[in-house]
């Protein structure tokens, strides 16, 4: 018998693929949730969902099993448990309801697209072009992926379609130049110093333009109405009040995260003769090259809305259309075959746990948790007697930092913004009210440095395997903490000369 149970655990430890010690810590914060009663405010089932939320959360930075499995793991108890429905049919289709997402399916269809990249060379030419002009130092290709950035990011109102579909496979080019390889355990050469560069600054891009990213026009709403429209972010309003505090934060991000997360390579003085060698070794570009190349341009006037703009909203198309219209050319011309895309693992992966995310921070909402969440808040504030610039601090931060909660931005700026904007007016002198709406605004938009899961950009940058997810959430958090201090700082004194306040 004991010889029996010996073999079964034997094997359990080397078959089954979990960690036994971060699993057994999951299900205790399970447990001890499920537990406690329900918060005045909340049904019995949506703290259930809290729990749940909350304990996915907890294996996945414990990494108890890889990513995709926790997701579905949180598929498979959301779906029995019946906290989102009376049904075991309703609680399913709840449960896969945000595979039907097209920021999901944008996300998916980005990396498909960047596999071109790579199998056409493409890739490849245009980070030795990158490399040739400032490669030097791997610092100076971090600054250039942030100005590929500030560059694309007035013309694509997708911050994923930028930063996931355009600058990240251009990022991996380089760095798969210097042969740094997640596969081959070399990623720490030059590729998570430029894979972090290369995330963080799409969010401070997204913050600078009204274009740069969906979620900014329901911003621009929610700030008219908070001010009865006596406040209006035009465009040219969002880029000025936005421009100084968003260049400081370009300034000063690749330097942080140099000081975080430092490059082995950090001086290449011959990186400069070696990619301009292999340049003149490639020649001129190739078919494939130039159907790729042709492509990305065609995704770039559509993402960027060109036709709507020359003739009329009618030839405005949804981003994640556009990117299938590519994946689509790329397929019929032969650039890329049917085996490179059912061969992707990192999109169908990113497809799965992505989406069980999505799904539970859109049920969170539903289930009236943010609401409760929101309103809990406001009562702790006004109970408080706290002062008006304690209270926009709280109400800014604690928006921000909310996105823990939330695997998108236009959710939760759905959820919370304009709750959040109409507690700091009614609480903070009006004429400081401008400021403070500028801070969310720009709030709305750095929240996304948090999390692999914040944004559509993060999970294809992170999916590539370059930054672990300590690192990322590290990183993430230092990062949010130095870009609002900055629009604290410098933004408010910008504001002031600008006469908002």
Request: glycine share 8%.
């Amino acid at each position: 018998m004991f010889k029996t149970v010996s073999e079964l655990l034997r094997h359990f430890k080397e078959a089954v693929p979990f960690r036994l010690g971060p699993a057994v810590i999951s299900t205790i914060v399970l447990v001890t949730l499920l537990l406690l009663p329900a918060p005045d405010g909340l049904t019995p089932k949506a703290w259930a969902l809290v729990a749940i939320f909350l304990t996915t959360i907890v294996a996945i930075i414990l990494k108890v099993m890889p990513i995709g499995v926790m997701a579905m793991m949180a598929i498979v108890i959301v779906s029995l448990s019946q906290v989102t429905s009376t049904s075991s049919k309703g609680a399913i289709t709840d449960a896969l309801s945000s595979f039907a997402n097209p920021l999901i399916w944008l996300i998916v269809v980005a990396i498909l697209i960047s596999r071109g990249l790579k199998k056409t060379g493409l890739g490849s030419r245009i980070g030795l072009l990158f490399i040739s002009l400032l490669g030097k130092r791997t610092i100076g290709i971090g600054y250039g992926l942030t100005i590929c950035e500030l560059v694309l990011a007035p013309f694509t109102p997708s911050n994923t379609a930028r930063g996931g579909g355009i600058v990240h496979p251009i990022m991996k080019s380089i760095a798969n130049a210097f042969d740094s390889d997640p596969a081959k355990g070399t990623e720490r050469k030059v590729g998570t110093y430029l894979a972090l560069v290369n995330y963080h600054a799409n969010p401070i891009t997204s913050a600078m333009f009204l274009t740069a990213t969906a979620p900014n026009p329901l911003v621009v709403d929610y700030v008219a109405r908070v001010s009865n429209q006596g406040f209006h972010l035009s465009w040219t309003t969002w880029a000025l009040c936005m421009l100084l505090p968003g260049l400081v934060c370009l300034l000063v991000m690749p330097l942080v995260i140099y000081l975080l997360s430092p490059p082995e390579l950090k001086a290449t003085p011959d990186a400069v003769d070696y990619a301009k060698a292999e340049l003149k070794t490639m020649g001129p570009l190739s078919a494939a090259e130039k159907v790729m190349l042709g492509t990305f341009g065609l995704l770039l006037v559509l993402w960027a809305n060109v036709p709507a703009m020359l003739f009329g909203p009618a030839f405005s198309l949804d981003p994640t259309v556009v990117a299938f219209v590519g994946l689509f050319v790329l397929i019929i011309t032969g650039t890329i075959d049917w085996d490179d895309v059912l061969s992707e693992k990192s999109a169908w992966d990113t497809l799965v746990w992505f989406g069980a995310l999505v799904m539970m921070a859109e049920q969170l909402n539903k289930t009236g948790v943010i609401a409760w969440f929101s309103a809990g808040m406001k009562g702790a504030i006004v109970a408080s007697g706290m002062d008006w610039l304690p209270v926009a601090g709280v109400l800014v931060l604690v928006f921000v930092f909310s996105h823990y909660f939330f695997a998108s931005t236009t959710a939760h700026i759905s959820a919370m913004l304009l709750a959040f904007l109409t507690v700091g007016a009614q609480l903070i002198p009006s004429a400081y009210l401008v400021p403070f709406m500028l801070m969310m605004t720009a709030g709305s938009s750095i929240m996304m440095t948090l999390t692999h899961y914040a944004t559509g950009t993060s999970p294809i940058i992170f999916g590539s395997g370059y930054v672990t997810m300590g690192n990322w959430w590290r990183t993430g958090l230092i990062m949010c903490l130095v870009e609002l201090a900055i629009f604290a700082v410098v933004g408010t004194t910008w504001w002031k000369v600008l006469g908002y306040w």
